[in-house]
Nanobody, 121 residues
Framework: QVQLVESGGGLVQAGGSLRLSCAAS????????VGWFRQAPGKERGLLAA????????YYADSVKGRFTISRDNAKNTVYLQMNSLKPEDTAVYYC??????????????WGQGTQVTVSS
């Protein structure tokens, strides 16, 4: 089990950029896959991007492909989500999650508390 803390959210204008961080506890972080999710009001939580423990496998949802980049620094126990060309429809609470398995759904074992991202038009 790992504890996760997201940071880096905030208010940005459309077309701008933000970088989210997901800091994890635990010595075995490099054995965990990490995913970034978001949930807008009235909508289900959905997977945006995921990265394997080694960083060798990466997934992006079509909605963010080409605009968002996931990366990790296992020496710092941190996974990042670089978000460029932000749109008002990217407004949501963003969560990171970790699991020993690389998953494409929402059934990840450990979750952070979320960070709000608001994109103004």
């Amino acid at each position: 089990q790992v504890q996760l803390v997201e940071s880096g959210g905030g208010l940005v204008q459309a077309g701008g950029s933000l970088r989210l961080s997901c800091a994890a506890s635990g010595r075995t972080f490099s054995t965990y896959a990490v995913g970034w999710f978001r949930q807008a009001p009235g909508k289900e939580r959905g997977l945006l991007a995921a990265i394997s423990g080694s960083g060798g496998v990466i997934y992006y949802a079509d909605s963010v492909k080409g605009r968002f980049t996931i990366s990790r620094d296992n020496a710092k126990n941190t996974v990042y989500l670089q978000m460029n060309s932000l749109k008002p429809e990217d407004t949501a609470v963003y969560y990171c999650a970790a699991d020993k398995l690389f998953r494409y759904g929402s059934s990840w074992s450990d979750w952070g508390q979320g960070t709000q991202v608001t994109v103004s038009s």
